[in-house]
């Protein structure tokens, strides 16, 4: 089993070209396989032609990833580090804390199918706090998280903080797919297969059976 803290404190980070928003939040106290229930963003991204990009680091990017896997529109998720150097981008480093790198997932999607918001809205929701950049993505981000501590919806303020990412660098292959290729692994079992029922029960408009899979895009 893997060794994990279940630490509250989430870090994301988003790109598109050169530019990221970083933020961390609160998370309300709830047990692994609950989900808050929150309204869409007031405002969202018009969707535009060709892909977006966005970076997403909420602790363990198994189940991150797994999530955005089973969300219809995502062209890909790929598990990796945002943050610190390539040159100490390995899980082992990573894994001590010191490197400056958050294990983040690299999210891309069609805006025609699936818009900027909503991908906010189920990662506040099922898997925990998000963020992108593509000129209007750090307002919406902002507005929409101000929106959400408004109506007092993990019950602690959501403490946000917006910077510069320093790159994304894919995680080693055994991280890729991780969710789908061990089910029955007890953090798995535990903490992340829940977030996909979840993601099929509250968002089932956006759910798809099938996960777009890092080998299946790759090859």
């Known amino acids: 089993m893997r060794n994990r803290s279940f630490s509250r404190l989430s870090l994301l980070a988003a790109a598109v070209g050169t ?3 970083t933020a961390f939040a609160l998370a309300p106290l709830r047990a692994a396989e609950d989900a808050v229930v929150i309204p869409p963003p007031a405002a969202d991204v018009p969707a535009s032609d060709g892909t977006q990009t966005v970076v997403l680091a909420g602790g363990c990017f ?13 062209v890909s998720a790929v598990s990796g580090y945002s943050g610190g150097s390539r040159m100490n981008a390995q899980y082992e480093l990573v894994s001590t804390g010191t490197t400056g790198h958050a294990e983040s997932v690299q ?5 025609k199918r699936i818009s900027y918001g909503k991908i906010l ?3 506040f929701s099922v898997a925990h706090n998000p963020t992108e950049l593509n000129r209007q993505g750090p307002d919406t981000a902002e507005a929409y998280i101000a929106q959400l501590d408004a109506a007092k919806v993990y019950g602690k303020p959501i403490v946000t903080k917006v910077g510069s990412l320093q790159g994304f660098y894919p995680a080693e292959n055994y991280h890729q797919d991780y969710l789908t290729l061990h089910p029955s692994q007890p953090y798995i079992a535990y ?3 829940p977030k996909i029922e979840n993601l ?3 968002f089932a408009e956006n759910y798809q059976e099938n996960p777009t899979l890092v080998r299946s895009v790759s090859n």
Do not use: E
């Not at 198994?62 to 995502?74: D, E, I, L, N, R």
């Open 19 to 21: 530019l990221a928003v």
């Open 62 to 74: 198994w189940g991150v990833q797994g999530v955005f896997q089973h969300t219809a529109g995502v």
């Open 107 to 111: 999210v891309k999607y069609d805006p």
């Open 121 to 123: 809205q189920i990662f």
């Open 191 to 193: 903490n992340d297969l």
């Open 200 to 202: 099929k029960k509250l």
